[in-house]
């Protein structure tokens, strides 16, 4: 399938950044697993901090030794996909429910490089997904009230008929962002919500973005250095 070959082209070429004895990050979602099935059947001889539980199952299963984020290193480089890519390398993640611990793994490394589909670049963030908002449980319909003045369009994301609980115990509110949203200014004035304990714009964080198309080639976006 065209989403398949994409996804592998842009797994292919992550796992050729990652070099014999690195400790790097992982996140979550079908680009990474992919990224960890690689580096599996290819014995890389690697240790990896993960972002989810299901990744970290996967790392496990392919002979990758897990890591904590102790303190006592920090990561070479971490690899993880994304919902949107917008020109300047600015992304929406969250889709998958692990965005407080994928940003968590991807400040501790010294390089983040995006691994995914040419279908997620978009010109402007939002125009085509959510915004995921992560909340603590307690008194989570007020803290929506309190969002509505930057994000109006809030939804209690969930997991059949009862709510999606993320790996850390908290709920996502999926959010839509105005058309005229500035994500600088969202990304800060969202930190300021109380109940708010992350959020799925990640501003600044990636050098490089791998890109899969469907006949399998890969494009490469970079971020420009100030």
């Not at 501790?108 to 909340?135: C, D, H, N, Q, Y």
């Amino acid at each position: 399938m065209p989403q398949s070959r994409a996804r592998e082209a842009a797994a292919a070429a992550a796992v050729e950044l990652v070099e014999p004895g690195m400790t790097i990050g992982l996140g979550s979602g079908r680009a990474v697993w992919k990224v960890v099935e690689l580096l599996g059947a290819a014995g890389a001889p690697v240790r990896a901090a993960v972002a989810s539980e299901r990744t970290g199952q996967l790392a496990l299963e392919s002979g990758i030794e897990v890591v904590e984020l102790d303190g006592s290193l920090e990561l070479d480089l971490t690899l993880d996909g994304a919902d949107e890519v917008d020109p300047e390398l600015r992304l929406i993640k969250g889709g998958g429910g692990a965005l407080l611990r994928e940003k968590i793994v991807i400040a501790a490394a010294r390089r983040f490089v995006v691994v995914a589909e040419s279908e997620k670049r978009v010109e402007r963030l939002g125009e085509g997904f959510r915004l995921p908002v992560e909340v603590v449980r307690f008194a989570w319909s007020d803290t929506r009230r309190r969002l509505g003045r930057l994000l109006p369009d809030a939804e209690l994301r969930l997991d059949g008929s009862d709510p999606y609980v993320t790996d850390e115990g908290h709920l996502i509110l999926d959010c839509v962002m105005p058309h005229d949203a500035d994500p600088g200014a969202l990304d800060r004035e969202l930190h300021a919500v109380p109940g708010v304990v992350e959020h799925g714009l990640f501003l600044g964080l990636a050098e490089r973005a791998l890109l899969g198309t469907p006949d399998g080639r890969v494009e490469v976006l970079e971020r420009e250095r100030p």
